[in-house]
C-alpha cells in the first residue's frame, strides 16, 4: 500500500469477496460532499465536558449529523454552547427536566458523555423518552447495570451504540481486513499498551463512585477492546496483576496499573498494559505465523500511523469523531452495519472481561469467561 487510491482499491476489492468486511467502506465521510440535502441525524450532547466539547467541534465538519439538543447541570455551559451551536433555548436541557425531552421532535439521539457511573440512569431515561442512544464507553460500571441499559433500550424500541470510534478508523480497518483475509496468517500474539499519567488528583476519574475503577476503565478499554477486533476472537479465559505506588492518589478501587492477559480458543494470547501512571503508551502489535501488524500511535486522537511485514500502511487520515459520528448516524438512519459492531452487546462483551479482569487481579487466579 504505497498510495491512498490503492488502499482504498483494496479494501474495496476485499469488500466486495469477504462478508465479514462491509462494502459501505466508502461512505466513510473521508471527503465533504458539499450541499448535502439529505437526512441528518439531529443529536443532543449531555455531558458538556471536554470531550463533549472535542465531540461537538467534530460535528461541524460532519455531513449527516446536526447538534439539536444540549443536556448540562451548569446554566452557564447551556447559555455558552447553545450561542456557539446555534441550539435554540426550548432544547436545553438540565438533568431534573430532562425527561421532557421526549416531546422534542428535533432531536433524535441522545449521546451521553456524563461520568461513568451515570451512563445507566442517563441512558435508560433517554430510551424511555424515545430517542436512541450513543453512550461513551465503558458502557456502564458493571455489567448488571449494562444488562438494564442494553434492555431499557430494546423495550423502547430503539438503538443503543457505545462510542467505539476506533471501531471506524482506516489503519484499524485495514488491519482487521488483513486479518480476516488471512495475510498474517494464523494469529498467535496480540500486545496493547496504552496510558498516560494522569493530572488533577481530584477529577471524577479517580474517584470510584463515579469512574467506577481506575484506568482500566478509562484508557484500558482500548487494549482490551482492540485485543478482541485484532484477534477476530472472544477471550476465553483471563489473568491480571495490579501495581500501586501511590496509595494516596489511587485510593482503594482505583486501578493505578493493570497489566491483563488474554486466552483466545486458537491458542492464541493477549499481553495488555493499562496505566495511569506512565506516558508513551499507545501502541498495538499483532503477530500472526505469516506476518505482523504495528500501530504506533494505535488509539490516541492524532494520526494513527501503522506498518506491517508488506510495508507501511498508507491510509486516510481523519478526524475520528467526525467519522465515527457520520457512519453511526449511518447506523440509526439507515440501519448501516458497521465492520466492527458498536451496539450495547459489544459494551456488555467488554464489561464481563473488565469483571473478570479486576476479579483475576484481586485473587492471583485464573479466569475463565
Known sequence: MKTRRAFLQKIGMASASIPFLSTDLFSLNFNREPGYDGSVLRVALMGLGGYANRVAESIQNCKRVKITGLVSGTPEKLQTWSKKYNVPESSCYNYQNFDSIKSNKEIDVVYVITPNALHHDHTIRAARAGKHVICEKPLAISVKEGREMVDACAKAGVKLLVGYRMHFE????????????????????????????????????????????????????????????????????????????????????????????????????????????????????????????????????????????????????????????????????????????????????????????????????????
Open 170 to 369: 482506516p489503519t484499524t480497518l485495514e488491519v482487521v481486513r488483513m486479518r480476516s483475509e488471512g495475510e498474517f496468517g494464523s494469529i498467535k500474539f496480540f500486545q496493547g499498551l496504552c496510558g498516560f499519567r494522569i493530572g488533577d488528583p481530584n477529577q471524577w476519574r479517580l474517584n470510584k463512585a463515579l469512574a467506577g475503577g481506575g484506568s482500566m476503565m478509562d484508557i484500558g478499554i482500548y487494549a482490551l477492546n482492540g485485543s478482541r477486533y485484532m484477534v477476530g476472537e472472544e477471550p476465553v479465559w483471563v489473568t491480571a496483576q495490579e501495581t500501586k505506588t501511590d496509595p494516596v492518589k489511587f485510593k482503594a478501587g482505583v486501578d493505578e496499573t493493570l497489566q491483563f492477559q488474554l486466552g483466545f480458543k486458537s491458542g492464541a494470547t493477549a499481553s495488555c498494559l493499562s496505566t495511569y501512571n506512565m506516558n508513551n503508551l499507545d501502541k498495538f502489535f499483532l503477530n500472526g505465523e505469516k506476518g505482523f501488524a504495528e500501530m504506533q500511535p494505535s488509539t490516541g486522537y492524532g494520526p494513527i500511523k501503522g506498518r506491517t511485514h508488506k510495508g507501511t500502511i498508507d491510509a486516510p487520515v481523519v478526524v475520528h469523531q467526525t467519522v465515527q459520528m457520520d457512519e453511526m448516524a449511518g447506523i440509526i438512519l439507515d440501519g448501516k452495519k458497521p465492520i466492527i459492531p458498536v451496539d450495547g452487546e459489544e459494551g456488555l462483551k467488554d464489561l464481563k472481561i473488565i469483571e473478570a479482569i479486576y476479579q483475576a487481579a484481586a485473587s492471583g487466579k485464573k479466569i475463565t469467561l
